[in-house]
């Protein structure tokens, strides 16, 4: 599990809105648009061999090289991160390595588009890897997003015995037994809140090893904080879940984007205008809906700062 922190990217991923260039020179029609994604983050992204592919990234791709008039393949990877990695090492990597052209969800955080603190990195497992894939390093290049087209932040879910409570701020979290993943943006948000004040209502659990939502169905929990997109995935993958959505959304988040390199230009300011295009048309909302995601639009500031620091100052 990899928890709400890297779910919007608060730890990592910032990059700033492309300029579309007027004199950017025409691309080929006939060249295949790659783009990496996610294989397990639905239901933004999701491949599971025997299964078709499926997710508002998966439909909002296949739009987009419509948009452009070219055929698209997409690079599916896995993200295990580690002491050496990180999600904007992992995009870097894939792109620098010709693996894609572009990264889908990228979350903008101020540091996702710095140079680099390391010259090379080693490239996340991906379909089609070799054993020698796995163990080398790949030289790194300099990161362009494309304008955001999604925006992610957590949320409050209700247990079935606090379904009716009306959550407005997390301060209506108070006298409601809270479960939380330790080591989660989430649990800095609920532990930190006012000096404290929720800590005596809190259980940590740790990711991976129990299931949040679904301890929260059997009432071990009132409420819990996370990615509203994994609530999606948890309502679409229980139909009949007793879970209920609060409504409330934290109010810092990050946008997703794509990501490409600074050096393919042409590319990012065609993908920007067939963003436009599609978001003007109503295309990338009713792609969401279509594959079961509770759709926010972006939204200022288009790059979000240190996320940490928003919290605790809160």
């Given at each position: 599990?990899?928890?709400?922190?890297?779910?919007?990217?608060?730890?990592?991923?910032?990059?700033?809105?492309?300029?579309?260039?007027?004199?950017?020179?025409?691309?080929?029609?006939?060249?295949?648009?790659?783009?990496?994604l996610?294989?397990?983050?639905?239901?933004?992204?999701?491949?599971?061999?025997?299964?078709?592919?499926?997710?508002?990234?998966v439909?909002?791709?296949?739009?987009?090289?419509?948009?452009?008039?070219?055929?698209?393949?997409?690079?599916?990877?896995?993200?295990?991160?580690?002491?050496?990695?990180?999600?904007?090492?992992?995009?870097?990597?894939?792109?620098?390595?010709?693996?894609?052209?572009?990264?889908?969800s990228?979350?903008?955080?101020?540091?996702?588009?710095?140079?680099?603190?390391?010259?090379?990195?080693?490239?996340?497992?991906?379909?089609?890897?070799?054993?020698?894939?796995?163990?080398?390093?790949?030289?790194?290049?300099?990161?362009?997003?494309?304008?955001?087209?999604?925006?992610s932040t957590?949320?409050?879910?209700?247990?079935?015995?606090?379904?009716?409570?009306?959550?407005?701020?997390?301060?209506?979290?108070?006298?409601?037994?809270?479960?939380?993943?330790?080591?989660?943006?989430?649990?800095?948000?609920?532990?930190?809140?006012?000096?404290?004040?929720?800590?005596?209502?809190?259980?940590?659990?740790?990711?991976?090893?129990?299931?949040?939502?679904?301890?929260l169905?059997?009432?071990?929990?009132?409420?819990?904080?996370?990615?509203?997109?994994?609530?999606?995935?948890?309502?679409?993958?229980?139909?009949?879940?007793r879970?209920?959505?609060?409504?409330?959304?934290?109010?810092?988040?990050?946008?997703?984007?794509?990501?490409?390199?600074a050096?393919?230009?042409?590319?990012?300011?065609?993908?920007?205008?067939?963003?436009?295009?599609?978001q003007?048309?109503?295309?990338?909302?009713?792609?969401?809906?279509?594959?079961?995601?509770?759709?926010?639009?972006?939204?200022?500031?288009?790059?979000?700062?240190?996320?940490?620091?928003?919290?605790?100052?809160?």
């Open positions: 599990m990899r928890g709400a922190m890297r779910a919007i990217g608060a730890a990592a991923l910032l990059a700033t809105a492309f300029a579309a260039a007027p004199t950017a020179p025409a691309l080929a029609s006939d060249d295949v648009l790659k783009i990496c996610d294989e397990d983050l639905p239901p933004l992204s999701l491949h599971r061999r025997g299964a078709p592919d499926s997710g508002f990234d439909a909002l791709a296949q739009a987009l090289a419509k948009e452009l008039g070219r055929p698209l393949a997409i690079q599916w990877f896995e993200s295990k991160l580690d002491e050496d990695s990180s999600p904007a090492l992992e995009a870097n990597a894939l792109l620098s390595d010709g693996r894609c052209a572009l990264l889908g990228y979350a903008l955080t101020r540091d996702s588009l710095d140079a680099p603190g390391l010259k090379t990195a080693k490239l996340p497992d991906f379909a089609g890897a070799t054993r020698d894939d796995h163990r080398r390093r790949v030289p790194l290049g300099v990161l362009t997003a494309s304008q955001p087209y999604v925006y957590l949320t409050v879910v209700l247990g079935p015995k606090a379904g009716a409570r009306r959550i407005t701020d997390i301060g209506d979290l108070n006298g409601l037994r809270i479960g939380i993943e330790s080591g989660t943006l989430a649990d800095a948000i609920l532990m930190n809140f006012r000096g404290g004040q929720l800590i005596d209502q809190i259980t940590h659990i740790v990711p991976g090893r129990q299931d949040l939502l679904g301890a169905e059997h009432g071990e929990f009132d409420a819990t904080l996370l990615d509203l997109r994994r609530f999606d995935a948890y309502r679409a993958a229980h139909p009949d879940s879970l209920a959505a609060s409504g409330y959304y934290y109010p810092v988040g990050a946008n997703r984007a794509y990501v490409g390199l050096s393919d230009a042409a590319l990012l300011a065609a993908v920007n205008k067939a963003l436009a295009d599609l003007a048309k109503g295309t990338i909302a009713e792609l969401a809906h279509e594959a079961g995601l509770t759709y926010l639009p972006p939204r200022e500031p288009i790059v979000v700062g240190d996320v940490l620091q928003q919290i605790l100052r809160k």
